[in-house]
Structure formats: C-alpha cells, structure tokens
C-alpha cells in the first residue's frame, strides 16, 4: 500500500510555497496496482518518485510506503530495508560506472547476500530477455543509450519488488521492446507488484489501459 | 579483507583511496609511536634501577665518634665510631661500609659551611652502608647502634627514591601523552583519508545507498579497507623501527643491568648493528617492550577502522 497525504516537496531547506516542486500530493494506491504517472516536462514527475523511493524525504504531510509511515525520524536501517523491496528505473539511469552490466543487474541481490549460483541464474535469464547477453561484460560508457536502459530494467526487476518505480523507462527503447518492457511491468503488477509509470508515451498509454495519476506544475489530479 | 574473494558491488576501493600516501603516514606514525615507547620504557627500567640504587645506599651519623661507647659489653677501650663500625661489620647485606674521612666531609658541607673548613665544629662522623640488593638494616641492630652511641642517626635514601619515582612517572606521563597526540594526529589523517576515498566514489556510494544498503554495509566496506591499509602501514613502521630500537636497548644493557654490552671502540655501525639484532632477537629487550612493539600495528588498525567507520557513517547522513 502506497499513501500519501498532503505531501509538500521544495528544493532546499526554507519552504516558497510559489516554487515548490510537488503542492499538497494526495494519492492511495492498493498493493499491487498499476498507475500511470503522466504530466508535461517539469511538472515534477520523477519528483514524486524520488519522493516514493525516499531520496528525499516530505518536507510536509504524511506518507506510508509500502505499510510503513516514513518521515523525518524513521530509522535509517528501517528506510535502507525498505528500499531493497523497491525497484527503481531512474531516469538517468545510474548505473554502476565501476562495474559490467552482469554486475550492474545483480547488485540488488549481492546486497541481499544471496548465493552466487543462483544469482547468475537469475542475471542470465534478464540478460536473454533483455537481448543483453553479448554485452553482458561491457561496463556502462561503452554501452548505448538503449543498452543502458535495459541494463537500468533488469536491476530494478531482479529482486521481484514490491514496489517498481519507472522514470520514463521506455524512452530510449524501439517501440517494439518498449511494448514488451510494459508488458512485463504489467504481468509484475499481477504478480503483486505495485507499479507506477512516468512516461511521455501516449501511444503506450493507450496500449496498455490503466489509472493514471496527471501532475501539472506540482499539483496532483487523478482521473481514474 | 576480501582479497581472494573481490566485491563486486562497485566500490572498486583499492582504487579509491590514497593508498599510498595512506600507508606512508601510518608507517610514520606507527614508527614515531614504537621509538617514543621504546624510550618510556628504557627511562622507566632505567629510574626503577638507580632508585633500587639509592635504595641501598644507606648513612649513618655517629655523633660524639670519639667518646667511650655506653654499652658494658663493649668496654674494650674503643671509641663510639670503632663499636659501631664494629657491630655494622657483623650485621648481615653488607658490601662495603665507609667511614668519610674530614676531606669527604668538608666536601659535602662546603655548601653550607663555606671555606671556613669544619676543624673547629663538633662533627658528627658519617659511614656510608652499601646494601645487597633488597638488603635492610634490622631494627634491632638500629636500636643496637643507638644505645652504644646514643644520638645514632640511620638515614634511609627515601627522598631520593620518591624523586627518582616522580621523575619516572613524569616521564612516562610525557611519553604516554606524546604517543595519544601522535594516535589522534594519526586519526586525523586516516579520517582525511576516508574522506577523500568518499568523495571519489560519491556516485557509486549514493546508488548503493539507493538500492537500500545499509549505512552499516558502506562503513564496514571502507572500514575493512582503510584498518587492512593501516595494518600494513603500523607493521611497515614497527619493522623499520626495530634496528634502532635494537641498537638502543644494547647500548642501555649495561646500564639498565641486563647483559653487558659488547661493544668497542672503533667497531662498524654495521657489526654493531648485527650484534644488536642478535641479542635482540634472543631476548635482550625487556618482554614489555616487545609486547608493547607487537600492538603497534593491532592498534593502528582498530584506529583505522573506526575512524573509517565515523566518517563514513557521519557522511552517509547527508543521504536520507
Ligand atoms: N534538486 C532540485 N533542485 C532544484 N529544483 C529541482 C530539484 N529537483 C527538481 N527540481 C525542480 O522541480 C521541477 C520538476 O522537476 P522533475 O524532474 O520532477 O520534472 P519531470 O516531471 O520529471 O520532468 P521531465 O518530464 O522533463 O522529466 C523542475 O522545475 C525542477 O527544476
Ligand atoms: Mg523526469
């Protein structure tokens, strides 16, 4: 369950109401929903997902991520838990400039201290699905804009989330393996997953029906 | 450390820190800290041995040196300073007795007395008693020397013994304090150090930290790192500072009472140098001195690793 209740978010630490990036967020999404996140550039969308993934706290109102109330005094070993059960494409990416992109993909699951054999069990799989297996060695820079997107996907995904944020996740990928990648996104989502979208793909949007939350300078309207 | 097993998740941190620079301070600190241990001890086994010394030094004034003694057993026409030198002679601990002839006495009251000379003034005579080792002069023999003489005075070397203590513990307080400021200093640089292995892989701590390891994980991972490199660097000062701590503790063997040194003049640094190592490593240096030695590089490493670990963690705060 994702809730959130009049949530206020501003660069910096004095708030300028006129200026803030995110004004009164009210939204409840049920485990396992699927949201589109939709709005013009600007409006504040891979905010509100950085908000979800707590890279920055609220700086007002109340928010529960999955089950858990999060605010400016919960534990920090509470928060790091909690973000190894969330899957987050970013929008830049942020991939591991040190490491090949087999290692980018299993990171989440070294964190976890899984056994290795099945770690690479699992890396090879997304690495086929993701038409990634010759590249499995290349580290980052070497890779295409595409290339590393899909890298972004299957790291956000190895770890079967409970929450998967996708900040524009199809944007660099043909239409063909954006559908596929959206796909899979919604079959997670069956699975359990809560899962929300930011894109500027309206023929995605139209292809896969779903609620879709539309920010406009900040401010949230849901039309579901 | 993960040398055989490398972790992947990013950090690549033997590439991170000023590996180098790292060690070269710690091994300069940890060398600082060994040779300045070294002299605390060797000042500390030093005063313990002289205050031993003055321990048994013991005088004994005898006033009126030239009367008949009191006692009826001693009627044998003698003086007072022939029955005490007498009944010292019998007493058990006792090297050497010596009575100051007037010029040794003129000697030691010169500062009080000036030029005048002590001819004219009623003077005590003075022995010098010198003790075995541990040696004491019996209570019973003191109350002896008092009644054939009356007015005997036995002077114990107390206040000296105390002096010599203070100056000990004064020079042990030194060092102790110079060994601290030297650990903090050595904190201080390994913190910089941290720090700056931080800054370097700022992008790769922030997306771990993002993919939910915990602060605990990213401290523990630079803290392994920075305590290995710190380990290195107190064994690499420790090592360099055992051949003149060796030559030091052969040079103060005859005067600390261990075995006599070997030495002669005109011998070759590089023969005394053997010589030393040899005796050293056959146990020539006292055992606190090696135990302390073999800390050195344990010690660094536990300031290595927390201070790693407060600086990573203080850092890692700027992240939610
Ligand atoms: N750290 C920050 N400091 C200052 N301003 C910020 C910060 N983060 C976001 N903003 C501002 O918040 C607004 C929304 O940015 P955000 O990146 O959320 O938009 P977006 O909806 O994701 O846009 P796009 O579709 O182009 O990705 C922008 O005007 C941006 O300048
Ligand atoms: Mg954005």
């Known amino acids: 369950m994702i809730r959130l209740r009049d949530v206020t978010w501003h660069h910096g630490a004095l708030p300028n109401e006129g200026q803030a990036t995110l004004r009164n967020i009210s939204l409840a999404i049920p485990q396992g929903g699927f949201r589109w996140l939709l709005g013009p550039s600007g409006a504040g969308k891979s905010t509100l997902l950085r908000l979800l993934h707590m890279e920055a706290l609220p700086r007002s109102g109340d928010m529960e991520i999955l089950g858990t109330e999060i605010g400016s005094r919960s534990k920090r070993s509470t928060l790091a838990r909690l973000r190894q059960r969330i899957g987050m494409i970013h929008q830049d990416f942020r991939l591991m400039p040190t490491l090949s992109v087999a290692d980018n993909i299993a990171l989440p699951l070294r964190l976890q201290k899984r056994m290795e054999g099945e770690i690479s069990q699992e890396v090879d799989a997304l690495l086929d699905w993701l038409g990634l297996v010759e590249r499995k060695k290349a580290r980052p820079v070497e890779l295409s804009g595409g290339e590393q997107q899909r890298t972004a996907i299957a790291r956000a995904v190895i770890m079967r989330p409970s929450l998967l944020l996708a900040d524009e996740p199809t944007n660099a990928l043909e239409d063909s393996q954006a559908a596929r990648v959206i796909g899979m996104l919604r079959e997670l989502s069956d699975l359990g997953t809560t899962v929300i979208v930011a894109t500027h793909n309206d023929t995605l949007v139209q292809r896969f029906p779903a609620p879709a939350l539309q920010l406009r300078q900040g401010r949230l309207f849901a039309d579901e | ?320």
């Open chain 2, 1 to 320: 450390m993960n040398k055989h097993k490398r972790v992947r998740d990013g950090l690549a941190l033997s590439r991170a820190l000023p590996d180098r620079s790292l060690l070269t301070m710690v091994a300069a600190m940890s060398l600082l800290i060994a040779l300045t241990f070294t002299a605390a001890v060797g000042a500390q086994s030093l005063s313990e041995r002289w205050a031993r010394g003055a321990a048994n030094l013991i005088t004994v004034q005898v006033p009126d040196p030239d009367k008949t003694p009191v006692t009826d057993s001693h009627t044998t026409g003698g003086t007072r300073i022939e029955a005490v030198l007498g009944t010292l002679k019998t007493a058990p601990d006792i090297v050497q007795l010596h009575r100051l002839d007037e010029q040794e006495l003129d000697a030691l009251l010169k500062p009080w007395l000036g030029n005048t000379g002590t001819a004219a003034l009623p003077l005590p005579a003075v022995i010098e008693v010198d003790l075995t080792p541990g040696g004491v002069l019996s209570d019973d023999l003191v109350s002896t020397l008092t009644t054939i003489a009356p007015g005997t005075l036995v002077e114990k070397n107390d206040d000296w013994r105390s002096q010599l203590h203070t100056v000990a513990r004064s020079l042990l307080f030194c060092a102790g304090l110079a060994i601290a400021l030297v650990g903090t200093i050595g904190a201080a640089v390994i913190g910089m150090a941290t720090r700056l292995g931080l800054g370097s892989r700022r992008e790769s701590v922030t997306i771990l930290h993002e993919l939910g390891a915990s602060d605990g994980y990213v401290a523990r991972r630079f803290a392994s790192r920075v305590a290995f490199l710190s380990f290195l660097g107190g064994l690499a000062g420790t090592l360099v500072s055992l051949p003149p701590i060796a030559i030091l503790t052969h040079l103060m063997a005859p005067f600390s009472g261990n075995i006599p040194s070997t030495m002669q003049n005109g011998e070759s640094w590089l023969s005394i140098l053997k010589a030393s190592l040899i005796a050293f490593w056959q146990g020539a240096a006292p055992q606190s001195l090696l135990i302390g030695l073999g800390c050195i590089p344990f010690v660094v490493t536990l300031i290595g690793w927390f201070t790693a670990q407060v600086i990573v963690r203080v850092w890692l705060r700027r992240l939610p």
